[in-house]
């Protein structure tokens, strides 16, 4: 036996001559069967080649001095925009009273519906003692009072007309923008505080009559990423015959994979974490966001009480940094699976032919006995 047929032996495929070969009905079926599924599970395993898949690392956060943006959409169906104040104050004592910083007041008529924009460009900054924040956080200490107490004048005047048109309509307010503060622990909070102590008490008569239900459309710490959830958004609450002060406390992630929504009843002093986190897209594009989950607590208004109806929101940084990664499978794993699924089916259809080919020949092949009958 030469070379040539020394190879030829080694053929695992051998081939039968054409005319030894037979095609059935049955063979057709059964091949088009198997040619549908290879199709499907090939379209699966592609797409499942091609879907990204994200792996999570956790290291120190060594960032510092950036600023921290929060994305405000909160809606205040009750408060017209005259009277609302946007503020914000940090543990370096940087005190921002009716911030400016891309904020935009959209007035809302009774049915919900934008009738006017206003810019918010009165910017007071105060320096006080991070010690004094909950004597501050109202606006309305002595000074504050000394301050204004001359200024009731024909403007005031004015104003409390307006308010108290703009509430007899139903008006409301919805708060948009960006705040860009420090990248340090504070907090900030929608309130009345921007008014004259002596202006709200004309408008409201009184801190119970001031009505702080909301709905937050979006709140976030900076961009959205693929999967985040922002446990805020959607949040609705309405006050009805009541006033009080909410807090929203922000607080760290359970875990890589879990943000949750939960109502406990905190302690004042007590604030919890946002999770600084980079998301690195399969293109090696890097952004940078926060994420963080939330209590909340709501103090109703008393009699006794000096301060007035707010809606709060603390937070504080993590000292970890949570790097979402996106990754992609390899190719080899891919070719991998692919030849063994294509390969099995083919394999499968291939013993299926043969049982239905051998059935069909028994059914079909005629009984000697009924011949020699």
Not at 56 to 61: A, E, F
Not at 172 to 179: A, K, N, Q
Not at 305 to 326: G, H, M
Request: aromatic share 10%; charged share 20%.
């Amino acid at each position: 036996m030469g070379v040539k047929q020394a190879i030829q032996s080694l053929d695992a495929f051998p081939r039968a001559e054409e005319h030894l070969l037979l095609k059935t009905q049955s063979g057709a079926f059964v091949s088009v069967i198997g040619l549908v599924i290879m199709a499907t599970l090939f379209y699966h395993e592609l797409a499942y080649y091609l879907t990204t898949y994200t792996v999570h690392q956790m290291s120190v956060d060594l960032k510092r001095g950036e600023i921290l943006p929060i994305h405000v959409n909160i809606t205040f169906p009750s408060l017209p925009c005259d009277v609302v104040s946007v503020d914000a104050i940090d543990m370096s004592g940087k005190h921002e009273v009716d911030l400016d910083t891309n904020i935009w007041k959209l007035r809302l008529n009774s049915q919900g519906h934008i009738t006017g924009t206003e810019y918010l460009s009165d910017l007071v900054e105060k320096e006080h003692d991070a010690h004094n924040h909950d004597h501050d956080k109202d606006h309305h200490n002595d000074s504050h009072e000394e301050q204004h107490a001359h200024g009731f004048d024909d403007a005031a005047e004015t104003m409390i007309k307006k308010v108290k048109q703009a509430l007899a309509n139903g008006e409301g307010c919805r708060v948009y923008g960006v705040l860009d503060v420090q990248r340090v622990a504070g907090n900030f909070h929608i309130s009345v505080h921007g008014l004259n102590i002596f202006v709200a008490q004309m408008i409201f008569d009184g801190a119970k009559h001031v009505n702080v239900s909301h709905i937050i459309h979006d709140l976030s710490f900076g961009p959205k990423y693929p999967g985040i959830h922002n446990p805020l958004d959607g949040t609705a609450r309405i006050l009805h015959e009541t006033s009080g002060t909410f807090k929203y406390y922000i607080k760290k992630r359970k875990s890589p994979s879990d943000i949750s929504s939960t109502i406990f009843v905190l302690d004042d002093n007590e604030i919890s974490l946002i999770v600084p986190t980079e998301y690195k897209y399969i293109s090696k594009e890097v952004l940078p966001t926060n994420q963080f989950s939330v209590t909340e607590y709501f103090s109703p208004m008393t009699d006794f009480l000096r301060t007035w109806p707010a809606v709060y929101f603390l937070y504080d940084l993590s000292p970890i940094t949570v790097a979402i990664k996106e990754e992609r499978r390899s190719f080899i794993h891919f070719i991998t699976r692919l030849c063994a699924i294509l390969g099995g089916t083919f394999a499968l259809t291939g013993m299926l032919d043969r049982w239905m080919y051998r059935l069909l020949e028994a059914l079909t092949k005629p009984n000697p006995r009924s011949g020699l009958l």
